[in-house]
């Protein structure tokens, strides 16, 4: 789970296409965009709506696994395949399928920095239509995944006498303060660190992330490091931000970081979870 360069990733599908070799497993490149336009040589396309699934106002949630099959029943995806994924929203939907795979046990999953147009403008070659389809695996979802959280966990795991989870909320500081509502209470988690997703991309070359360094030097900041070995919990509203901060996360050496699905569309829309706003507290 990590972030690769769009030059690299051109060569190793150039390679791949030229070499057709049957001793290694092939690389598989999935496309999350909305299917407009030319397809990138090879790739396949993946619906979002098809990923994700809702209940009542909770939104974000995983689908059920018989839409995850049909969704990605044509991309050849397999737990030995290497598999690369683009979008054209800096990474949300991109890095939302990277944590679902995960969630099936599938981790050598790589997001291009920059994106779709990334490859693009790397000199990726185009075709009018997607991939053909391949055959693929039944995907099951794992029993106890380490990659998953839900509320009750956040809420037990920040209670644990020693090495407390560390709580990530990747929102808008309008958000975190309360100050934007998109669910029916306002706030954010009693303890939960603010970090906007947003701070990890480069202002001076929209779409690409910071360097690494730079990154993990703004998280210290707050004190949250890949040496203090605690649980983190990240969320957003819906588990899309927050994605993308878990895939930033593992990619930079954090060994467990869980993702939270439905996000505040679950925490923010009951009645029975603390929330803080500022100088207000509801416990529960």
């Keep these: 789970m990590i972030f690769t360069e769009a030059n690299p990733v051109k060569l190793i599908f150039d390679t791949a296409h030229n070499a057709h070799k049957a001793d290694s497993p092939s690389p598989v490149l999935l496309d999350i965009s909305p299917p407009e336009g030319a397809a990138l040589r090879g790739a396949h396309w993946v619906e979002f709506n098809q990923i994700v699934a809702s209940r009542g106002d909770t939104v974000g949630l995983v689908a059920p696994i018989d839409d995850l099959n049909q969704a990605l029943a044509h991309t050849g995806v397999h737990e030995n395949r290497p598999i690369f994924i683009v979008d054209d929203s800096q990474g949300l939907s991109a890095a939302r399928l990277a944590w679902t795979l995960a969630l099936c046990g599938i ?25 053909e ?22 809420r037990e795991g920040m209670q644990e006498a020693e090495r407390p989870w560390i709580v990530l909320d990747t ?32 202002p001076k070359n929209p779409g690409f992330l910071l360097p690494d360094a730079v990154i993990l030097a703004a998280l210290a900041a707050q004190g949250i490091t890949p040496q203090a070995n605690r649980t983190i919990a990240v969320y957003c509203q819906s588990h899309r931000r927050s994605s993308l901060m878990f895939m930033i996360l593992k990619h930079l050496g954090f060994s467990s970081v869980r993702g939270y699905p439905g996000a505040w569309s679950d925490w923010g829309n009951r009645d029975d979870l603390p929330i803080v706003l500022p100088q207000t507290q509801r416990s529960a």
């Design 171 to 202: 929102r808008s500081e309008a958000e975190y303060l309360g100050l934007d509502q998109r669910s029916r209470h306002a706030g954010h988690v009693p303890g939960a660190i603010h970090f906007d997703w947003q701070r990890c991309f480069d």
């Design 107 to 131: 981790e050598q999953t790589h997001l291009i920095d920059g994106g779709r147009a990334a490859l693009l403008a790397a000199g990726f070659e185009t075709q009018s239509k997607p991939a």
């Design 133 to 154: 389809p391949e055959a693929t695996p039944r995907l099951k979802l794992l029993e106890a995944s380490p990659h998953l959280c839900t509320a009750e966990m956040i």
